[in-house]
């Protein structure tokens, strides 16, 4: 065996061997994530069966409400920034069962909700685990809080 | 007076293609006259960088909001110091940052190395000013950091910095980071001086030792500041989230670190030439590359700036010509690099720095795969996905207890073949300190921690158990021999095998860092929501929020809590979290407040002050996490005893 045959013979083993560890220990959703934006989630069929998803909005103005006592935020997120004049119609109610909300959260933020569509009473509402925001667009340089709060866009 | 430094850039330009000329022509006819214009152009080139740089930092500090650079950048609120820091702010003057100090770097080696190495001189000079072409180019043509804004788009005040940079440690983080990424230039230039004239012998190398720490160590230092910075300004309780240009600084300091290990191989058994050489032609092209990551917006991250298709296109086509010709030229001398020796035996410490190695290069694939996921899918698939933080810990919880026990067994093997009574001789002691501390940690924990935890610590313990057993072996040695007392054998070791126990210094450093953060198995974190007069519990201590008050108005304004933090009745701190707005950029800040101890650090942001007069709080209890930063020091001086300079040893 010659040593370039030896050598190529190990990292294959070595990168298939690190690929069975990645195979076994990546839970599905946890770690290749994209989003939708709300208008592909709303015909999807994530939207339907209430299947976990990453859904990409806007904040819209006048939703926010804070519910110290239940510990939890309501607010709604449409599909088009408010302030760019799109309408407000076909937006969707949001329950965050925390109060914890990023810095960037705000009336018109761009936001990423992380949770599942699920029938309440009181129509369908999106019970998010998880919301990211991102300040909007206004620097060259700018930076969106904390590292993690806006993953990648599924463009 | 914006115009000066214009002009100065491309009279610079013009220089460094002139002397680009010099030097490939005096590299290839071995004309001593042309070596020298083609160093003086390095010399001028820098004095002419120096110029621009220093017209644009006059700028920022004179309020020249006729540039467009200044005016994004900056604004008349902002203190002088933070003015100053601006002009890294964003991509054209990072990139002039990036040229001065790649100049500087250049000038400083040719001025060193002047009248020796005159071989490898001229290639030294072509490629260090191919460099700096390249970037005179951007800076030039695509993003000039001295355009000017359409008469009458001029305002009076500019529009100010992101306040995340607005931040002490963002005024030296960068820089750190930069000395590191551009000091490769040196080592990388060398190193393709040797291929381009064969001289493939130890002169490459041991020339550029100095020139390879001191930007690995200004590099380390930078990351863990950016993980500081992070700690203390972004409020989210962590140092470090595999964001995509915390990754790019990260991907060169691997192979460079690999590179550091492995080049004592060649000097010991003569071993592994092309391996070094690539090694070094990777880590400069990663600079570049890390650089590129986040100048261009191509992963989306914190840092990233505008993305302009042209800047992209021709950015990355430096950085794929660099790597070409790095590797065409390896591959023209591939015959002049053959190994004469051959590996002896697996047991030995050749061996475990080849197997340090390629844990090193492991963990740069994984980072290297992770970052660029979202590239990668828009490619293939059409649509982008991004690996998250689970991917690279999922990874690096394997691989870095690996490097940890070669951290201790590597200085253990004898070179070449160790044999079973050398073996025995160096690993019972390190090795019963593992074990001790196995069952100490299995006795105070009782299974409150994970199997993880155990191992990570326990190898740690293993690892410092090696190296006292080196200093006390060593010490002793002296000693005994007479006339010198234990801390002046420890001096007589630290000066004359630096290399040797200054490495193991560092090494006691990132055992610190690991242990610190590993220390994150045992974080907790809580959200409060409590009104005046209440309180809450973490761990053994108790949170009594006090009030809040608004911010005496500057740039920003805001709220500030505070909280008066005991352990049982012993009051330890008032801690006071602030939530800003920086009025001007329009943007909201949490300023964490946090109670550190070498124990355990306490870390609260204010995250809402309610309508009901409630305040809720987010809470972290980071155990140990000081440890990185106290790691972090131990492994700077250790670089430092490194690389000391003594006056019996040039």
């Known amino acids: ?155 | 007076m914006s115009e000066i430094g214009a002009v100065a850039l491309r009279l610079a330009l013009l220089l460094a293609l002139a002397g680009f000329g010099a030097g490939i022509y005096a590299g290839r006819s071995r004309r001593e006259d042309w070596t020298r214009v083609a160093e003086r152009s390095v010399g001028v080139v820098f004095a002419l960088v120096t110029c621009a740089i220093a017209t644009l930092f006059w700028c920022f500090a004179n309020h020249d909001y006729q540039l467009v650079y200044v005016s994004a950048h900056s604004a008349r609120s902002m203190p002088l110091h933070y003015r100053l820091a601006a002009l890294w702010g964003g991509q054209a003057g990072s990139l002039l940052l990036w040229l001065w100090m790649l100049s500087a770097y250049s000038a400083a080696a040719v001025w060193a190395h002047r009248g020796r190495v005159r071989r490898l001189a001229p290639w030294v000079c072509a490629a260090l000013l191919a460099n700096a072409i390249f970037f005179l180019v951007i800076l030039v043509g695509i993003s000039d950091p001295f355009e000017k804004l359409p008469p009458g788009h001029v305002a009076s005040d500019g529009a100010g910095l992101n306040p995340l940079l607005q931040h002490p440690v963002m005024m030296i983080h960068p820089l750190m980071l930069y000395t590191g990424l551009t000091g490769f230039s040196i080592p990388f230039a060398f190193a393709f001086a040797a291929l381009a004239t064969g001289e493939l012998g130890t002169t490459w190398f041991r020339t550029t030792r100095r020139w390879t720490l001191f930007p690995w160590m200004f590099l380390s230092i930078g990351i863990m500041l950016g993980g500081r910075w992070a700690y203390e300004v972004l409020g989210w309780g962590g140092y470090w989230a595999w964001d995509p240009v915390e990754n790019a600084s990260f991907m060169p300091w691997l192979p460079a670190t690999a590179y550091l290990h492995s080049v004592m191989i060649q000097e010991k058994r003569d071993m592994l030439k092309a391996w070094n050489l690539l090694l070094i032609g990777l880590t400069y092209t990663l600079c570049l590359f890390g650089t590129f990551l986040t100048r261009s917006g191509v992963v989306q991250s914190v840092h990233s700036f505008a993305q302009t298709p042209l800047f992209t296109s021709v950015f990355l086509g430096y950085v794929l010509v660099t790597a070409g010709v790095f590797l065409g030229a390896l591959w023209y001398r591939r015959a002049g690099i053959r190994s004469e020796n051959q590996l002896e035996s697996m047991v030995s410490r050749e061996a475990s720095f080849l197997l340090n190695n390629w844990v090193f290069i492991a963990i740069l694939v994984m980072i290297f795969t992770g970052t660029l996921w979202p590239v990668f899918t828009e490619a293939v698939l059409g649509n982008r996905q991004a690996v998250g933080a689970p991917w690279f810990n999922m990874f690096a919880k394997l691989l870095a207890p690996v490097l940890l026990l070669l951290t201790g067994v590597g200085p253990l093997i004898a070179w070449r073949r160790a044999s079973l009574a050398n073996l025995r001789r160096q690993f019972v002691w390190p090795v019963a300190c593992g074990l001790l501390t196995a069952l100490g940690l299995a006795i105070a924990f009782r299974g409150g921690i994970t199997f993880y935890a155990y191992v990570a610590w326990s190898l740690s313990a293993f690892v410092i158990g090696t190296i006292t057993q080196e200093y006390v072996r060593a010490v002793r040695a002296r000693t005994r021999k007479g006339g010198e007392n234990s801390l002046q054998a420890l001096a007589a070791l630290l000066r004359k095998n630096q290399q040797r126990y200054g490495g193991y210094i560092v090494h006691l450093g990132v055992v610190f860092i690991l242990i610190g953060i590993t220390g994150a198995v045992l974080n907790e974190e809580r959200l409060e929501n409590v009104k005046p007069g209440g309180s809450f519990s973490i761990g053994d201590k108790r949170l009594d929020y006090l009030t809040a008050r608004a911010l005496p108005a500057q740039h920003y304004g805001g709220a500030v809590a505070r909280l008066a933090l005991y352990r049982g009745d012993e009051p330890l701190a008032v801690m006071a979290p602030e939530k800003r707005m920086y009025w001007l950029e329009q943007q909201p800040a949490s300023i964490p407040s946090v109670y550190s101890t070498l124990h355990e650090d306490l870390y609260v942001i204010l995250t809402a002050i309610e309508h009901d007069g409630s305040a809720t709080f987010k809470v972290y209890r980071n155990p140990l996490v000081n440890w990185i930063w106290i790691g972090g020091v131990v492994f700077v001086l250790g670089t430092l005893a490194v690389m000391w300079p003594h006056p019996e040893r040039r």
């Open chain 1, 1 to 155: 065996m010659s040593k370039g045959f030896q050598v190529a013979a190990g990292a294959t083993l070595i990168a298939l061997l690190l690929g069975w560890y990645a195979a076994t220990n990546l839970e599905e959703g946890a770690s290749f994530a994209y989003y939708q934006t709300l208008e592909e989630f709303v015909g999807s069929p994530d939207a339907s069966s209430g299947h976990h998803a990453r859904v990409h909005g806007y904040v819209s103005i006048g939703s926010i409400e804070r519910d110290v006592a239940a510990r939890s935020v309501r607010f709604a997120v449409q599909n088009q920034p408010p302030h760019a004049g799109g309408s407000a119609t076909g937006t969707l109610p949001v329950l965050l069962a925390s109060l914890e909300t990023p810095d960037m959260f705000k009336e018109g933020a761009e936001v990423v909700i992380e949770g599942r569509l699920s029938q309440d009473p009181a129509g369908a509402r999106f019970h998010a685990d998880k919301v990211f925001a991102k300040c909007p667009s206004k620097f060259e340089g700018q930076a969106a809080g904390a590292p993690s709060d806006l993953p990648a866009k599924n463009s």
